[in-house]
């Protein structure tokens, strides 16, 4: 990935994902980085990116459910004979 | 695994003690009701005790396992009413045709989330958007970004190519992000409006 290759449209469609996961090779990350120095619109989209992952995190923990093994064991138990 | 083959119930319950929470979350992504998601944990612990048999011990358990719950969260997800699923096309960002950003955008869903009360308030909107997704898409996002799981092990669990899931992880986060900046945008509206009025 060249420098000059990098446009907001492919950072954002087609690099982010590797960006953030970290599996990106590091000449590619160092233009891209370069590109995000330059681009304030990038540079928003990154951060409200970063934001939807933070709101999706806070989705955990749920709540499960009291006595959940219990229910699932009295379940299986009554639709299995033991013999199976 | 072999002790619950051989019949074992004390191994079926450690069984069930390890991974009834993880099942009953992922059952949860799918149909969003904690009664089917109870439910469908159940039909997913039966299904691993009636079936167990058949599982091959050179594959990973957790993947056959959790694709056995998904497709007991499934089963129940298609008795009840069709869900609308959305295009995601409509949510990809659009760009000028130099392929460059038009405006700084989203200001306003990042200073929301920096908030406990709003941010809580958006990741309650974002479950609902998650479940507008298409079933592809939706098993994805939840797994990755709300579960936590290791995207090789949902890879593994859906029998996709890291490529395939890296892709349907970001269709789904822009849809989600878009959503969510919709939301944002209306809160301000209805914020500088009460602000505004007598």
Known sequence: MKHDEITCKRLILESLVEYEDGSMPEPDRHELERHLAHCPPCIVFLKSYRATGRTLKMLKPREIPKNLAEAVMSFVRARCDKKE | MRRIKRGDDQAFREMVDRYN???YSLSYGVLRNSEDAEEATQDAFLTLYRKIGTFDESKKFFSWFYRVALNAA???ARRRKPAITVSLEDYVPRFRDDGHAASPEF???VEGAEDEAIAKDLAE?????????PDAYRDVIWMVDVEEMKPADVAETLDISIAALKSRLHRARLFVRQRLLEVA???QTGDAERRVAP
């Open chain 2, 125 to 133: 909107r974002a479950e609902g958007f998650i479940a507008e997704l």
């Open chain 2, 21 to 23: 929470a993880r099942v």
């Open chain 2, 185 to 187: 945008a209306v809160a």
């Open chain 2, 74 to 76: 499934y089963s129940r």
């Open chain 2, 107 to 109: 200001a306003a869903f």
